[in-house]
């Protein structure tokens, strides 16, 4: 059974940075692409950032692109989140996924497994 743990979510200023990880286990990470979502309150989760499975292509959203930067260690099996500059916009809860093999990214169907969640809260 596949399982994505993320940590490293907080509170902190806008301007502030985070580094967000997700620990997966069980199944072949190395063959997976990943991704990172998010979903604030009465909102639709949306897409973040993706990684292939090899770490050599990385794809953003217009929100975060240039501010985030997405990466792995298929050697320790986790998808990392590098956040600066942030905003309170960014306030949410951040979700790890699992593309089961389909490459249209900011599609939730596409995930075939997903982590419970962290909470990163940016304040003004």
């Known amino acids: 059974q596949v399982q994505l743990v993320e940590s490293g979510g907080g509170s902190v200023q806008a301007g502030g940075s985070l580094r967000l990880t997700c620990a997966a286990s069980?199944?072949?990470?190395?063959?997976?692409?990943m991704s990172w979502f998010r979903q604030n309150l009465g909102k639709e989760r949306e897409f973040v950032a993706a990684?292939?499975?090899?770490?050599?292509?990385?794809y953003y959203s217009d929100a975060v692109k240039g501010r985030f930067t997405i990466s792995r260690d298929n050697a320790k099996n986790t998808v990392s989140l590098e956040m600066k500059s942030l905003r309170p916009e960014d306030t949410a809860v951040y979700y790890c996924?699992?593309?089961?093999?389909?490459?249209?990214?900011?599609?939730?169907?596409?995930?075939?497994?997903w982590g419970q969640g962290t909470q990163v809260t940016v304040s003004s």
């Open positions: 996924a699992r593309n089961g093999w389909n490459y249209d990214y900011e599609n939730l169907a596409s995930y075939d497994y």
């Open positions: 069980g199944g072949t990470f190395s063959l997976y692409d």
């Open positions: 990684v292939t499975s090899s770490g050599t292509r990385t």
